[in-house]
């Protein structure tokens, strides 16, 4: 149960993070159809590598569990930002797309990829302390939602 519901807080951040910078485009095109549809790929399979840790999350192979739940994570922060660049072209952008929210966005999703990759790496020296990279970039993520 505690799976479903990391899946289900990891998924609905996502979302939240989705929308928000989508209430800032007025157009798309497909490149944005695209990088979207990645996305999404990537967000429906949050839940496979959380039930894979769940279930050897006590076992000796804990380690390899938890560097494939976080490396999940490099993928979906890499897909997030080319996601970003291509919704915030400015002939997508709306006419009252707050471009101190675009800045915001681009610095802190720059920060994703690295830090899901040490988790990810820090995986295979303890499974508690890639888990511990990725709660707190969840809480991060959560606490720097905007609109």
């Given at each position: 149960y505690?799976?479903l519901a990391?899946?289900?807080?990891?998924v609905?951040?996502m979302?939240?993070?989705?929308h928000?910078?989508l209430r800032?485009?007025?157009?798309?095109?497909s490149?944005?159809?695209?990088?979207n549809?990645?996305?999404?790929?990537?967000?429906?399979f949050?839940p496979?590598?959380?039930?894979?840790?769940?279930?050897?999350?006590?076992?000796p192979a804990?380690k390899?569990?938890?560097?494939?739940?976080?490396g999940?994570?490099?993928?979906?922060?890499i897909?997030?930002?080319?996601f970003i660049?291509?919704?915030?072209?400015p002939h997508?952008?709306?006419?009252?797309?707050?471009v101190?929210?675009i800045?915001a966005?681009h610095?802190?999703?720059?920060?994703?990829?690295?830090?899901y990759?040490?988790?990810?790496?820090?995986?295979?020296i303890?499974?508690r302390l890639s888990?511990g990279?990725?709660t707190?970039?969840?809480?991060?993520?959560a606490?720097v939602i905007?609109?």
């Amino acid at each position: 149960y505690l799976a479903l519901a990391t899946s289900f807080f990891t998924v609905l951040i996502m979302w939240m993070h989705h929308h928000a910078i989508l209430r800032n485009v007025h157009r798309t095109d497909s490149r944005l159809h695209f990088s979207n549809g990645c996305l999404l790929l990537l967000i429906t399979f949050v839940p496979y590598p959380t039930s894979v840790l769940a279930a050897y999350l006590q076992t000796p192979a804990a380690k390899t569990a938890a560097a494939f739940y976080a490396g999940t994570f490099v993928l979906v922060a890499i897909s997030f930002s080319i996601f970003i660049y291509g919704a915030f072209r400015p002939h997508l952008l709306s006419k009252n797309a707050s471009v101190k929210f675009i800045e915001a966005t681009h610095r802190s999703y720059r920060m994703g990829p690295p830090l899901y990759l040490l988790a990810t790496l820090a995986a295979f020296i303890d499974a508690r302390l890639s888990l511990g990279i990725c709660t707190v970039l969840w809480i991060y993520w959560a606490a720097v939602i905007r609109n």
